[in-house]
């Protein structure tokens, strides 16, 4: 099962920044975090990762707390292409000869208004 | 352009009947996967491959099969035990031990 905690849906103007919150309270220390998005119909696209300094390239940020147990990625000026459910995936350990395995559950529905 | 195709984009079966869907990558990645997506849900994993002739069930592996005998091809079989076939279905590949999936444009499967 995912390990994250996610709200259902948000919106967010056009222009402004759009700030997406995900819980994962039970991550483990060399658990990595990962964000991908889904616009509608098509496969998900990665965005960004981290594992504990705060990431920035150049679709989004991502500022992990200092305990980990939370994230934000930020789209800095939201447009309507950014429109989509937003995934925050912590990456399962592969165990030896095991996969590596991603686990994306219903995430956020990001809704950019005109 | 290097990439990740699956087809057919489109597919419907009668019950009864076991359907193929394609996934072919030629990013050189060793891990492929195939999620399941129902309308207003998340992604689950059926099944995954680290290396050619080996693969691993999923959380949802039943009533599915697959194989990997290349390197750059991995499909899934949904055979009649699939009790509800009907779904997106989405194909990824990445690099063995890194965290970025590839994802192809995905095949609708619909049962009629």
């Known amino acids: 099962d995912a390990k994250t905690t996610q709200p259902p849906s948000m919106d967010c103007a056009e222009g402004r920044a759009a700030n997406l919150p995900c819980n994962h309270s039970?991550?483990?220390?060399?658990?990595?975090v990962y964000w991908y998005r889904q616009i509608h119909s098509q496969g998900p696209q990665y965005i960004i990762h981290?594992?504990?300094n705060n990431e920035t390239n150049e679709m989004a940020s991502l500022i992990i707390t200092e305990d980990r147990k939370s994230s934000t990625l930020i789209l800095p000026h939201a447009t309507l292409r950014d429109t989509a459910v937003y995934y925050c995936?912590?990456?399962?350990?592969?165990?030896?000869?095991?996969?590596?395995?991603?686990?994306f559950g219903t995430g956020t529905s990001l809704t950019v208004i005109p | 352009d290097g990439g990740i195709t699956q087809s057919p984009k489109y597919l419907f079966r009668k019950e009864g009947q076991n359907v193929t869907l394609s996934c072919e990558q030629n990013?050189?990645?060793?891990?492929m996967y195939w999620y399941r997506q129902d309308p207003g849900q998340g992604l689950r994993l059926i099944y995954y491959s680290q290396i050619v002739n080996d693969f691993q069930k999923g959380d949802i592996a039943e009533g599915y099969s697959v194989s990997r005998e290349k390197k750059e091809s991995f499909p899934l079989t949904v055979t009649s035990a699939q009790k509800n076939p009907t779904a997106f279905y989405l194909c990824a590949s990445s690099l063995r031990n890194t965290g970025e999936l590839f994802f192809g444009e995905g095949s609708r499967l619909t049962v009629l």
């Open positions: 995936i912590v990456r399962v350990i592969p165990m030896l000869n095991t996969g590596n395995q991603f686990y």
């Open positions: 039970t991550i483990s220390g060399n658990e990595y």
């Open positions: 990013l050189n990645h060793d891990a």
């Open positions: 981290g594992l504990k």
